[in-house]
């Protein structure tokens, strides 16, 4: 911090300290630059003449197109910087803006109602967010905001005001705003923005995501921030526990700089050991795999310390483009990603996982389901439609003779599907072979436990396939009996609970019993903690996001197979101890023993 820093600090003005939800990692101070976009916009609505109608909805499929354009051009500024489920950010912007009644909607407010542009715009704009916000589901209710980004944009754009931005900061600053919108956060200039602080917004806010993967320190949720401050003020933003101090004396800025020396110093040690091989402390191999789709730019994955694909999701080739990839379109996927890979390392294709949360139209997936997480989801599906479940194995098989290619069989519940599914295999490796087309005829076979059914049964499945993944994001859902999309029973969706980890240990002995390895590839696999517990217990390899591959390859790193062992032995005994506590148990252990952890989460 620099003597213009001191300046502006707690001499004068009066110290205060917020707690807000810590969304992306970092620590960083720095002056205040308050950021207000909604109060300036002013929306002007008018009653037009029915001679003006024309003229109306012409300005408005002008600014429509204009602002297709640029969100155009921003969905592929974000896909240059990052890669992942994050970079489709704006294709979610390009659908609500191309579906049809929205811009219907509009016209129809402007002839019928005879309003100005900008009215019915905001009109139309203000259903659908309200539509959006009554939602139950978090991650729908988020998608309001979005309809918001888009709508003041277009009214940009009716007023003439382009694509201007009024975030014209010109010295390193953290922006404080109310809200922070995708586009607004994506605009946030590279090199100066150290981080942002925000009233409103949740963790899984499209703000928020975006400043995890763009690497942006930022705390949300913080209340009336921005009404506290004043752009100048000196900041501290702790992005790894979510806390503002709004210009603090000089005990707090000298913890807070020492602070930053230790995560910088981590940061380091991150890039250190993303090109290791994973490993505990004395050695015990513990391989770090990615989770992608189709959309990850494979290049990037041994950049973050990939050591393989530990789970291919196909069904984003079937969303993208809302019907049924065919056989040739599928083979190039799976060969790319198969060519990607350096040797020795493998990539696990699962076969279709559609239903529950991923419907698409028209491949004949119940839509009308009334719980469809219990119904035709999945392998399910496959097995009820052989032709599209042929057609994928096969584009995986040719794919196999390009690379370590593994298959993966999703939602196994008995071992009659493990067999219909192994049959189905087979058949499409004797038309391969009556066809002349190469193929890995010792594809490996995997199956995922990710039903409690599949663990109590895992003795019997082990026998039949060549490795287990456990899709603990399933598994906690399926045994608890908690939506996992649902954030209203969020709490009780606990992976410590001792009935999940009771068939993690039974899934993991029967592979052990029967030669196979286990991976972990839900979405716990990338909580240092649970990785560590997971190791602990038995598992060989944990497959996550890529963005989270060296945080949690550092964790495991600095922890010997045998505390891992004793910390999965000591919390086998606490069968009585609510799950919270025994994830605060492990937490706290493990804080013990690797210090930096607190910094790692
Ligand atoms: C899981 O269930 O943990 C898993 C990895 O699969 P998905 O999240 O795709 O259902
Ligand atoms: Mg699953």
Redesign the pocket.
Known sequence: MNNEADAACGAVREMRMLTGLAVSRGFVAGPAFLYRAGTSEQVPEYRIEPAQVEQEVSRLADAFALTRTQIRSLAQELKKRISGDEATIFDGHLMILDDPSFLGSCKEKIAKNLRNAEAAVKQVADTYSSIFAAMDDAYLRERAQDVGDITKRILRNLSGGGDAHALRVEQPCIVVADELSPSETISLPKNLILGFATDRGSTTSHASLLARALGIPAVVGLGSLSEQIKSGDLLLLDGTRGKVIVNPGREERAAFEKMMLRSRTLEESLDQVKSQPGRTRDGRSVPFLA?VDNSTPMTDLYAVGAEGIG?Y?T?YLWLQGDREPSEEEQTQAYTAAARALPDGQSVTI?VL?LG???MIKGAGAAHKEANPFLGNR?IRFLLRNPEIFRRQLRAVLRASSHGNVRIMY??ITAIDELHAANMELHACMAELKAEGIPFDESIRRGV?I?IPAAALIADALAKECEFF?????????YTLAVD?VNETVARLYQPTHPAVLQLIDLSVTAAHAHGLKVS?????AADPVMAVLFVGMGVDEL?MSPNLIRLVKRAVSQISFADAKALADTVRRMKGTPADKVYTFCRNQLIKLVPDLLFLQ
Not at 469 to 477: A, F, H
Not at 520 to 524: K, L, P, Q
């Open positions: 989770n789970l999701r069904e699962r996982d529950g949360d991923k999945s999703p939602m995922m990710e993944s456990i899709g603990t994001n399933d598994l906690i859902q996992r972990v590839c839900g979405e716990t497959s």
